[in-house]
């Protein structure tokens, strides 16, 4: 089947999400700034960093299915276990919010934020493996020095906010530091396969 149907049911489903976690914000009882950061200070930040995760996911896979033609039923599977990981930020979202930073559910956000990777790289993999040895997306991909990187990083955010410091903060802010690293790499343009897509666009 082609790849229409596959785009616009993971398009609504990151649409929904992103709603569902600004729908999760507190609104302030007062009408002051110090009220604001009060009440809805970590949770805009929180809500900020998953905002850009998710818009990060959306850009990726975009791009990923414009060297995509066809799928095949595993690409389907493989492309709805990522829309699972997503779909639970809000959840792990508004719940470091709610702790204001609680070791564990910072472990299980990164746990999440790891998760979706590896759905996504598993999605990768498998259209790679259907396009066959010649495959656009694997050529654009190559080496995946940022891929490859991304899971190390939250596994050492997830270490830090257990290992290191357990019964303080440190931990914590490492793990939120490595969290932010990593969206900060994602968000750096990768122009690899903003040039696949163009070499296998028919020309005008």
């Not at 995760?53 to 039923?73: D, K, S």
């Not at 493989?78 to 508004?94: E, Q, R």
């Not at 050492?156 to 690293?181: E, K, M, P, Y």
Request: glycine fraction near 8%; charged fraction near 15%; proline fraction near 4%.
């Amino acid at each position: 089947m082609r790849t229409g149907r596959l785009e616009a049911f993971s398009d609504g489903v990151m649409a929904i999400i992103i709603t569902i976690m600004v729908l999760e914000l507190k609104v302030p009882a007062g009408d002051h700034l110090g009220d604001l950061v009060h009440t809805t200070g970590i949770g805009l930040l929180t809500y900020l960093l998953s905002f850009v995760y998710v818009g990060i996911y959306w850009n990726n896979h975009h791009h990923m299915f414009h060297l995509v033609r066809h799928v095949a039923g595993g690409v389907l599977w493989a492309n709805l276990a990522l829309l699972f990981c997503l779909s639970l930020f809000p959840f792990t979202t508004t719940w470091v919010d709610e702790s204001r930073l609680a070791r564990t559910p910072v472990v299980i956000y990164g746990v999440n934020m790891l998760a979706a990777a590896i759905a996504y790289f598993v999605l990768q993999t498998v259209i790679i493996r259907q396009q066959g040895v010649d495959s656009p997306l694997r050529r654009a991909v190559g080496v995946d020095l940022k891929g490859k990187a991304s899971p190390v990083v939250y596994l050492t955010g997830i270490l830090s906010a257990l290992f290191v410091d357990r019964n303080g903060q440190v931990g914590v802010g490492i793990a939120l530091a490595c969290f932010v690293a990593v969206a900060i790499l994602w968000i750096i343009p990768d122009r690899r396969i903003d040039r696949a897509v163009r070499e296998h666009e028919p020309p005008d």
